[in-house]
Structures are given as C-alpha cells and as structure tokens.
C-alpha cells in the first residue's frame, strides 16, 4: 500500500524568508509526485509535479520542489515567502507501474502562514 | 480555458435524504475523478472513470454511494439515505492524462 507523510500540521514563516514544507512518501517503484495548494474554500490548485528527470523541479508562483530518491521525500521549497503564499498545502503520489490505480494518495496536508 | 466546474457549491440536506453532486470536467479530458475531503479522514479518492472503461469504485465507502458518467464527459455522484458523517467536501477532479485538476467542490452538509 502506498502512503505519504507530511510531518507537519503547521509551518510558520516570516515574509521574505525561506520556506519547506516536508513531504515523505512509500510506494514501490519510482512513483509520480505532486505538489497541490488549497486557499479557503477553494478547490485544490495544482503547483507542480515530478515525473522524470531534473531532481528538481520548479512549478507556479514561484515554488520548487527537490526529489530525494533515497530519502524518499519531495519538500517543497520557495527562496522568499508572501504572506500571500498562505493556504493548505498537499503532497501526493500515484504509482508509476503499468496497470496501478491512477488516483492520487495524498498527505494529510499542512498549513502554511506566513507573518508580514 | 475554462476549468472544472461542480455544482452545487453548498448542499443542506436532512438526515435520510439522497443527495445529487454534479461534475463538468475539462472539455476533452478522459479521465475523471472523485475525492472526499472531511476533517477526519482527510482527501479520500471515492471513484475513478477513464473513457469507456468500467469505473473504478474500489474508494466508495458503502453502497449509498454511486457515480455515474454521461457521454464520457459530465459526471453526477450520488449519495443515497444521507448520514451525518458522509458531511464533507466533494472533490472532482478531470485529467487527460496526467496532472488531475480539480474543481472548487460541493460542501454537503447533513443535518
């Protein structure tokens, strides 16, 4: 069975720093990963995706993401943060393998602030 | 170009009730999905429809619950005999194939 981990409920961060929000997962094989926000009462938004490639992977507003295969983790990373860039972030992976369910499995999420 | 849109935005239903989620993917997106978002158990994948295929029902929690998909594009959930705890937000999300993107879901509330 597949799962993903976000060990954080809640990451605080001062505007104009750095963030990560951590993102661990299990899953056999090279699995596809996600990166997804949710602003309240809002849908999820995708931001970005790993399929191959480039460990590193940049998506929308400004996020990046870094593949560790033997760490099996995708944290997500932004050099300089905005108190827009408050909301709910979710991790998520589907199996890579041929035939596997295509549905996503996600994190529990984790919340986001940052303070001006 | 538009994207995933569901209606309704926000459903109050008693106790008992059966209850209709409507889903318009992208236009010419083959695969759809539906997630259930709640506090407790967090995003849950419920069904799965890709083209022709029979679905994947494999995340339906009980037997209230059915999708169906018309001409391969709008899709309706329905829940039959509402309980309390089917309270959540109603995800769908379209892809073709590859990164699903989801609409901004239906808040159903059980009274």
């Known amino acids: 069975a597949q799962s993903v981990a976000q060990p954080e409920d809640q990451v605080n961060v001062a505007e104009g720093n750095p963030l990560t929000v951590k993102c661990t997962y299990s899953v056999s094989g090279n699995p596809y990963l996600f990166w997804y926000v949710q602003y309240p009462n809002r849908g999820l938004q995708f931001l970005l995706k790993?399929?191959?490639?480039?460990?590193l992977v940049k998506g929308s507003y400004g996020f990046e993401a870094e593949f560790n295969k033997s760490q099996t983790s995708f944290h997500l990373k932004k050099p300089s943060a905005l108190v827009s860039d408050s909301a709910l972030y979710f991790c998520a992976v589907r199996p890579r393998i041929s035939g596997s369910a295509r549905q996503l499995t996600f994190g529990s999420g984790t919340q986001l602030t940052v303070l001006p | 170009g538009a994207g995933v849109s569901q209606s309704p935005s926000n459903k109050v239903t008693e106790k008992g009730k059966d209850v209709e989620l409507r889903c318009d993917p992208i236009s010419g997106h083959t695969a759809l999905y539906w997630y259930r978002q709640s506090l407790g158990q967090g995003l849950e994948f419920l069904i799965y429809f890709q083209g022709n295929s029979a679905p994947d029902k494999s995340g339906l929690p009980s037997d209230r619950f059915s999708a169906e998909r018309t001409g391969g594009s709008v899709s309706t959930l329905t829940i039959q005999r509402t309980q309390q705890e089917d309270s959540a937000v109603y995800l769908c999300a379209s892809s073709s194939p590859g990164t699903q993107y989801f609409g901004p879901g239906t808040r159903l509330t059980v009274l």
């Open positions: 790993y399929i191959t490639g480039d460990n």
